[in-house]
């Protein structure tokens, strides 16, 4: 086992759709346990799912000790330091940070990323959608880089709680303290601004369990955006949805 992990941040207690990467998706499992199928075909990196104490999530860590994947418990609102916790745990310096929400997270860009990060000494490695960090965004494609030192660091600077509750938001609002690095998207992102493929309501959840029943090649933006752009109701749903739930 190496310094580098996946850290799965995962919880049961949405409050717009409570139980969302639980429910069947594709066939009978749910979203949480096919990003546990996608980030175990990637190597480099281990996996590690990073839950809250709270009892609600005690159907997660028993799927990770079914499939044998490491689960750390820690506060439900400092996810911040639940992360810092859950790398220290395992022994992690560095993570990739996955959200759990987001199923058609793209391979070859986290093959990118782990590439990038093993030949680089920065705190942080994001992807740029136009000068906003893809974390941020509503597309639902990428993960981000963070060391553990760059996380404690931001801990020791700050108690505001919505630095403490999303995760590297500190980091990057802060690149005078931090070694920054930023990959570029594709193009074709750009160019479909309308896509929306994180899932915060069930609106959402249904748009993406469609398309993912539709698209054999979810590794391909083109093959998704041209499905998505066929059909106009897809769009029209996105663009309302986007405009209701700006992160």
């Given amino acids: 086992m190496g310094d580098l992990a996946f850290i ?48 609600v999530n005690d159907t997660l860590e028993a799927i990770c000790r079914a499939r044998n994947v490491p689960c750390y418990r820690g506060a439900e609102q400092d996810v911040l330091q639940r992360f810092i916790e859950a790398a220290r745990r395992y022994g992690k310096t560095r993570i990739i940070r996955v959200c759990s929400d987001n199923p058609f997270l793209n391979v070859p860009a986290i093959e990118a990323l782990i590439a990038r990060a093993n030949m680089s000494d920065a705190d942080y490695i994001g992807f740029d959608v136009a000068g906003t960090p893809a974390i941020k965004t509503h597309y639902g494609f990428w993960t981000e880089y963070v060391t553990l030192a760059a996380l404690q660091k931001a801990a020791a600077c700050t108690q ?43 609106q959402d959840f249904d748009a993406a369990r469609e398309i ?26 996105m663009v309302r949805q986007i405009a209701n739930n700006s992160k």
């Fill in 212 to 237: 993912y029943a539709a698209i054999a090649d979810k590794n391909s933006f083109e093959a998704l955006f041209r499905y998505i752009n066929a059909r106009p109701r897809l769009v029209e749903g």
């Fill in 160 to 202: 505001d709680a919505l630095y403490h509750e999303h995760v590297t938001n500190y980091i990057y609002t802060h690149p005078e303290d931090f070694r920054l690095e930023w990959l570029p998207v594709p193009p074709v992102v750009l160019e479909n601004r309308h896509v929306r493929l994180t899932i915060d309501t069930a």
């Fill in 8 to 55: 799965i941040q995962a919880r049961l207690g949405s409050t717009r759709l409570p139980n969302k990467i639980l429910l069947p998706f594709c066939g009978q499992k749910g979203i949480f346990e096919l990003m546990l199928d996608k980030l175990a075909g990637i190597r480099g990196a281990d996996c590690i799912v990073a839950t809250s104490t709270a009892p």
